[in-house]
């Protein structure tokens, strides 16, 4: 019986089965341009001597505990990432699944439309060994679980401020939180029904996707409740962070004012048109802590420091991570160009690989 090295035990040699997912074409170039374009509009209106002065005067200590607060949760959701899909043959454990939820997060903040999702797919193949489609699955799930989390959370908050007298933005807010969670639901709901009898006219390798979808997008009942406690960590983390930034900043928000700051501008990240939303996060941010009472210029500084920590230094760690790759032995697709063009899974013939 031959054993291969350890080596390859942990970087297998996948099958060649096509092309990877193509997230660089004229959309995102696009993209890219219309979020610079925002970025240097929003920019005309910062003083950014005023943010300095504002960054120099804040509790220094307290914000980097924020940031680590943010930071805390991609270990977190490595961990929920792998509970959703430990039913599924593969080869990674909570570290490599937290670096892969990372990394594709990453990857989300430089493309549209959430297509991020779709090479997170990619990666938990060409590192994991784990089919395309059942990963896709298990990301739809997570996808559902966190919107009803947020929307939830954002209409308590909202309730709590607000009461009778609920802003007009706020309200809408609510409303596409509700939309983006029904329909993350009826995604999985579909596929559900669809597991019951797929149309006979169904080409066999869709079936075979379908199939390998619908392994993934539900866990194993026993890890339903653990599933639901990492969710509630992993938002109670990103509260944390945001009182935590109001704190460095002489600011001394409640609870809900600090779950309200976190869950309104997450709404907005469903923005299609800018990687990860970019633009309606500031604005919505802005007008967030505008509503909360917090004066214009310390609103504007707030929303610079935020973005700072959570998008642009997530982007440059981002880098740091794909340049260093081959030491942690991160796979990407660069690595593998030539590993599966279909979101859904790969092409007829596609194998599971033994661990």
Same mark, same amino acid.
């Given at each position: ?13 996948? #099958? ?182 797929? #149309? ?18 539900? #866990? ?136």
């Amino acid at each position: 019986m031959n054993i291969p090295p350890l080596e390859e035990q942990q970087n297998p040699v996948l #099958p060649a089965e096509g092309a990877g997912p193509k997230l660089w074409g004229w959309h995102t170039f696009l993209s890219i341009a219309v979020t610079v374009a925002v970025f240097a509009l929003l920019a005309s209106y910062v003083d950014l001597a005023q943010v300095w002065r504002e960054l120099a005067a804040s509790d220094k200590l307290v914000l980097f505990l924020a940031g680590l607060s943010h930071y805390a949760t991609y270990p977190v959701r490595g961990a929920r990432w792998r509970r959703c899909i430990q039913h599924v043959p593969g080869r990674c454990g909570n570290g490599r699944y937290g670096l892969l939820a990372f990394f594709f997060l990453f990857v989300d903040n430089m493309v549209p439309a959430k297509l991020g999702d779709i090479y997170a797919a990619h990666l938990a193949r060409i590192n994991c060994g784990v089919r395309r489609s059942a990963a896709l699955g298990s990301i739809v799930f997570q996808r559902a679980v966190d919107a009803w989390m947020v929307l939830f959370l954002a209409a308590a908050a909202s309730w709590n401020l607000f009461a009778a007298n609920m802003p007009r933005p706020v309200i809408w807010a609510l409303i596409i939180a509700c939309l983006f969670a029904v329909a993350a639901t009826a995604v999985i709901v579909v596929f559900i029904v669809l597991k019951r009898a797929v #149309p006979s006219w169904v080409p066999e390798i869709v079936r075979q996707r379908i199939s390998a979808f619908q392994t993934g997008m539900l #866990p194993d009942p026993a890890e339903i409740m653990p599933v639901l406690f990492l969710t509630m960590v992993i938002w109670a983390l990103e509260s944390l962070w945001i009182f935590l930034l109001l704190r460095a900043f002489g600011l001394h928000p409640g609870a809900g004012e600090a779950v309200f700051l976190m869950t309104i501008p997450v709404i907005a990240t469903v923005f299609p048109f800018t990687p990860s939303g970019a633009g309606a996060v500031e604005l919505t941010l802005f007008g967030s802590l505008r509503l909360v009472g917090v004066a214009s210029p310390l609103a504007v500084s707030l929303t610079v420091v935020n973005r700072f920590i959570d998008f642009w230094l997530h982007i440059v760690l981002g880098f740091l991570v794909w340049m260093f790759r081959r030491t942690i032995g991160l796979r990407t697709w660069r690595d593998h160009p030539d590993i599966g063009d279909d979101p859904l899974g790969a092409a007829a013939g596609e194998r599971e690989m033994a661990p």
